[in-house]
């Protein structure tokens, strides 16, 4: 993390409080912070995963994206923006976002691939979905139990049992 040592411990303390679900004290946090490092990744990451756990999916889609789009490295502002987008009902949107991240962290982000089946599922491309559902299972073992709970993907689950 950049900055100064006061924005990476305000940062840090609003990532706590976010964590106890204290929203308005993570946000008081992040507002403490000076306004020349108000722009840094770190900070504008800490901002989305506030905007995330508060469920506001249009400020969360503007951060994220000005974020993944200046500092393509932070895998998270692509997930986050495909995410809000995804909860917005603009899957396609969403798979457009995470298939251009894709070429930043294609090789080694599982839920990257996760999301991408579960939104090609949405999207009734069944056989897309499972080459990236195969991917992100490759990547970490952990996702093939999510596959078989995650309602964004019971149209491929439908699609294999009849098949």
Known sequence: MSGTRATQLRVEYARGYLGLELFAEAAAELERIAADEQGLPAVRSMRL??????KQWKKAVVVAAELAQAHPAWENAWIGWA?????????????????????????????????????????????????????????????KAAAREDPDLAALRAADAVG
Request: aromatic share 6%; hydrophobic share 45%.
């Open 49 to 54: 995963d506030l905007h995330l756990a508060k």
């Open 83 to 143: 995410y809000a987008l995804r909860e917005l009902k603009r899957v396609e949107e969403a798979r457009t976002v995470l298939v251009a991240a894709a070429r930043h962290h294609g090789k080694t982000s599982a839920v990257l691939h996760y999301n991408l089946a579960c939104y090609d599922s949405l999207l009734g491309a069944l056989k897309s979905a499972r080459v990236r559902l195969a991917k992100a299972c490759r990547i970490d073992a952990q996702f």
